[in-house]
């Protein structure tokens, strides 16, 4: 059988990626001879097993998408436990995270070697072979529409018309050009939004201005972003590649924009802002080009534990509203607060997690390195008149060294950090920081996608003291899985280190 290989040649010490056929020659040599069906090369070559073979069959390119199928394929590519009662989900997810924490522990145990911590050993142990207890999945308060935001590209749909949706397809296949389909069965995304996504395909098909699909074929009008609180006030965001337009026609589609959603067809939809961005790629942030507020007010506001929070277009917010009440619940009981400790709050975006644990702490420090972020935590700290948070834009790393410099945080405080980052996770010289700074007795992780680059953040907050890597290791102590994803395969894992 043909199978697509991906070897390291040990000899030569060269990686390539070919078409082989393999046969076993007998268990008493435990070797195998892959024979290359390239016609240009057609050598054999003996490999042990005991060498790193990653194998991988060629992958089978899906059906088609049709009018019969669409909204089943973007189902299955957007929310693919939909049909998959809610307490199976859980199971699911719960033994993904069992399989992710007894990953750690075997990475841990073998990449110690010869500098084994006991206590490391005794841990794992003593947690069935987890690098740390496993508490009961967190389920969502709510598992259907609670998506507070959606965005939308543009591509062909079944028919070749130009329209506003999800793509579906295969990206390994060339030959085939994804299909985008509208998001009006998606059961995870709120009716307001699917009418606001409807009702802007219907404007696509009358506006003066050409669609935008791929950026070097002309067209104007191109990706969208909808956003909304609970109680559904929404945000509708248009981005308009300006090609070669004037001033004076990107006015022109700027006031038909505004006439059709505000005093037209769209005007069913109730919007309580309505943007319009120039943006020359698939996104452009507001510092690049900024956001022009067309109708409405600039900002929804949303109240999480008795909390406003300002959402601007840009904002960091977690999509499950009334999921993320759970999660902050959660990331405060982790966290074990005293009115003495120092909350230093890491990727802290629109300062959500330090204001709401502020009543509990001595001071919080939130640091981010997106200026509207801070921007709109310096907002929500005015508004909600919360006097003992502090947020500042820079990198993490320089300025914990900063808050040390300054005098602010010292060793005999109880300061606990909080790291929240995006998937990318969170730079080496960071985690390498917070191992030398010994006031930081507890660290909060929370994390959507652990087995991520995430995950070498968890291997380096516990691995022994070495040259790259100096100060007490840390243990997890215990860690929860949090649904704020229903019918997908995503979940927010909440990690409890300390030392």
Request: hydrophobic share 35%; aromatic share 10%.
């Amino acid at each position: 059988m043909a199978l697509k290989w991906k070897l390291t040649d040990f000899l030569s010490n060269k990686s390539l990626k070919v078409l082989f056929q393999t046969k076993i020659l007998s268990p008493e040599t435990n070797k195998i001879i892959i024979r290359c069906l390239s016609t240009t090369d057609e050598q054999k070559r003996e490999f042990n097993p005991k060498w790193h073979l990653t194998i991988s069959k060629k992958k089978r390119q899906p059906p088609p998408v049709t009018a019969e199928n669409q909204y089943e394929m973007v189902a299955k590519s957007t929310t693919p436990l939909y049909d998959i009662p809610y307490e199976e989900q859980l199971k699911i997810k719960t033994k993904y995270m069992q399989y992710v924490l007894k990953t750690l522990a075997n990475q841990l145990l073998h990449n110690h070697k010869g500098l084994k911590l006991q206590s490391l050993v005794d841990h794992i142990g003593d947690c069935d072979g987890l690098a740390g207890p496993l508490e009961a999945i967190k389920p969502s308060p709510v598992i259907t529409g609670y998506r507070n935001k959606d965005e939308m590209s543009i591509g062909e749909d079944v028919n070749g018309n130009l329209v506003a949706g999800h793509l579906v397809g295969n990206y390994m296949f060339k030959s085939e050009s994804p299909t985008c389909v509208q998001i009006c069965r998606l059961i995870n995304v709120k009716d307001s939004h699917k009418l606001i996504a409807k009702l802007y395909n219907r404007f696509l098909t009358k506006t003066r201005f050409p669609v935008c699909n791929h950026f070097g074929d002309g067209g104007h009008w191109h990706s969208i972003k909808i956003r909304s609180n609970l109680e559904n006030e929404t945000m509708f965001i248009v981005r308009f590649h300006p090609q070669k337009l004037s001033e004076d026609q990107i006015e022109l589609a700027k006031e038909e924009l505004r006439e059709f959603f505000i005093s037209g067809e769209g005007s069913v939809c109730n919007l309580s802002s309505l943007y319009f961005q120039t943006c020359w790629k698939v996104k452009c942030t507001n510092t690049e080009s900024p956001y022009i507020l067309l109708h409405g007010k600039p900002c929804l506001q949303e109240t999480l534990h008795g909390y406003k929070f300002q959402i601007s277009p840009d904002s960091f917010f977690q999509t499950n509203t009334l999921g993320a009440e759970v999660l902050y619940n959660t990331v405060r009981d982790y966290c074990e607060l005293t009115k003495e400790s120092v909350l230093f709050d890491v990727c802290c975006g629109t300062g959500t997690i330090g204001i709401i644990l502020s009543q509990f702490v001595k001071k919080v420090v939130g640091v981010e390195k997106i200026q509207q972020a801070v921007d709109d935590a310096e907002w929500n700290t005015s508004f909600n008149n919360v006097k003992n948070a502090e947020f500042i834009c820079a990198q993490a790393e320089g300025f914990i060294k900063v808050l040390m410099s300054r005098g602010e945080v010292s060793d005999n405080d109880d300061l606990v950090a909080v790291l929240n980052p995006g998937r990318g996770g969170l730079k080496k010289k960071l985690i390498k920081c917070i191992r030398e700074f010994p006031a930081i007795r507890r660290v909060i992780y929370v994390t959507c996608k652990p087995k991520g680059f995430c995950f070498n953040n968890f291997k380096s907050l516990c691995q022994p003291e070495d040259k790259e890597y100096k100060g007490q290791p840390f243990l997890l102590k215990k860690a929860v899985p949090v649904d704020m994803f229903p019918q997908t395969n995503h979940c927010e894992l909440v990690m409890q280190f300390a030392r």
